[in-house]
């Protein structure tokens, strides 16, 4: 179920008003769980089988860890439910991408090799659902949190509607905390977080999918325009991106915030980041401190040497990469932020990067995320390597066959999104609102309103992280 479709305008009220009526703690976990797995199930709901072995199994294996005074039993319990949890997500996202990658390897060698492709549909949410569940046990084996022992608290925490497909990925510390308290109703979190839904909506129909427009136009056949035409699509793409999936994590805060349960911030203004590293200390927060509290660190984190800690950085982009997708797209996206953070690191630095003027460095960082998001858009390499080159044809090239509505349009929506950022740095866009005279905030409301009515594309479309 789409956030932005019709089922859920239907699906969130009466969850909502059902949620209410309710008093009993239990009672609304209940509600949770039923609701969760009827949004999961939408598509396919064979599919929820795949949640509810891991969730018995990680929470069998989180019970085992915490009474285990064994050590060696307690990695043999987390081996288990690690094993559990990749093997499942390698089954459904990567075979094909091996057996893909296998007959190529086979026909340049001139080997018969009778395999075919499996007709497998990756599951919603998997990646996502899947690291948050990896990220209890590890919590859980590193004594940072006690091994939860109700199995109804446990399976909402990993089937939490508002955030099962597409996150942020929480951390049980917490998620399960919340879910143990009732809340009360109070009308100004309610109203903030019907903020936050509107706020979410209007960067994913508004701006992402009029930004679609342009860079599917572009993407879709790239040897048939030449520098501006291209460069206008790399733009659309990577403010698309992010209107899409900060969209989607603003509506995912709202939602919860209605039911009283508080979301990690999953963005901060990436775009105004002024180092790599600072890009993705702003950017899918919450997969970027899984990688780093679970995969860099356990991997010696900067305690062994420059080598080892550029190493390190490279193989966590790399990880990265390919946990967005099976596509080797995916991994020279990661490769490249990987490259870009050892080109800082190790180059940069040497000519004193942090004493750069701020502005040159946001720069930097921008044109190095954008041009990365080529990869991560195109379906192919090939295909991503020749949107590349158009920057080298013809200016004009192309631009033609571009109607000049999508173009303004584009034009405004990147721009108005920009000012929302820079309003916002130093001040919520909402506060500043607030601090508006009543008549002022009126118009301001109602000119919002107008805006959205008249500019969102109202299609339904999905939102690009959900096929993760």
Not at 53 to 75: H, N, P, Q, T, Y
Request: aromatic share 18%; net charge positive.
């Amino acid at each position: 179920m789409l956030f932005n479709s019709f089922e859920f305008l239907i699906f969130l009220p009466v969850v909502y008003g059902i949620f209410r009526q309710l008093r009993n703690q239990r009672s609304r976990l209940i509600l949770f769980f039923l609701a969760s797995c009827y949004f999961y199930s939408f598509l396919i709901p064979a599919y929820l089988l795949i949640l509810f072995l891991l969730i018995a199994v990680d929470f069998w294996a989180g019970i085992r860890i915490e009474d285990s005074a064994d050590s060696d039993r307690k990695r043999l319990y987390l081996g288990f439910s690690v094993a559990a949890n990749l093997g499942i997500l390698g089954f459904f996202k990567y075979t094909n991408f091996l057996i893909g990658n296998l007959s190529a390897l086979a026909s340049f060698l001139h080997w018969n090799l009778p395999v075919r492709a499996l007709e497998i549909i990756l599951p919603i949410g998997l990646s996502f659902h899947t690291f948050q569940s990896l990220s209890y046990v590890f919590e859980v084996y590193q004594g940072r949190f006690k091994a939860e022992r109700s199995l109804l608290h446990y399976a909402v925490y990993v089937l939490y509607f508002p955030q099962l497909v597409a996150g942020p990925i929480e951390r049980p510390q917490n998620i399960l905390p919340q879910l143990h308290q009732r809340t009360e109703f109070e009308p100004e979190v309610m109203k903030s977080g019907l903020k936050l839904i509107l706020q979410g909506l209007f960067k994913k129909a508004v701006l992402a999918d009029t930004l679609a427009l342009l860079a599917n136009r572009v993407f879709e056949r790239p040897g048939d325009f030449g520098f501006l035409g291209t460069v206008a699509a790399i733009l659309a793409f990577t403010f698309q991106i992010y209107g899409d999936f900060s969209g989607y994590s603003d509506i995912a805060r709202g939602v919860s915030r209605l039911f009283g349960i508080e979301l990690m911030v999953n963005f901060n203004k990436p775009y105004l980041a002024d180092s790599v590293s600072d890009f993705w200390r702003r950017w899918h927060i919450s997969l970027s401190t899984w990688f780093r509290d679970y995969v860099y660190i356990p991997l010696g984190g900067n305690r062994r040497g420059k080598l080892r800690t550029q190493a390190n950085l490279m193989t966590v982009f790399l990880l990265s990469g390919l946990w967005h997708g099976a596509n080797w797209t995916f991994i020279v996206w990661g490769a490249l932020h990987g490259t870009y953070l050892l080109i800082e690191n190790l180059v940069f630095s040497r000519f004193g990067y942090p004493s750069w003027p701020r502005g040159v460095r946001r720069l930097q960082v921008f044109l190095f995320a954008a041009l990365a998001w080529v990869f991560f858009r195109a379906p192919s390499v090939a295909q991503a390597c020749d949107t590349l080159t158009g920057i080298f044809r013809s200016p004009t090239l192309g631009l033609q066959s571009i109607p000049h509505f999508e173009l303004t349009e584009s034009a405004l929506a990147i721009l108005l999104l920009l000012l929302l950022e820079r309003l916002d740095e130093r001040k919520g866009f909402w506060e500043r609102i607030r601090e508006l005279p009543l008549p002022a905030r009126r118009v301001v409301y109602a000119t919002l309103i107008l805006a959205f009515l008249i500019t969102a594309q109202f299609g339904g479309t999905q939102f690009i992280y959900f096929q993760f």
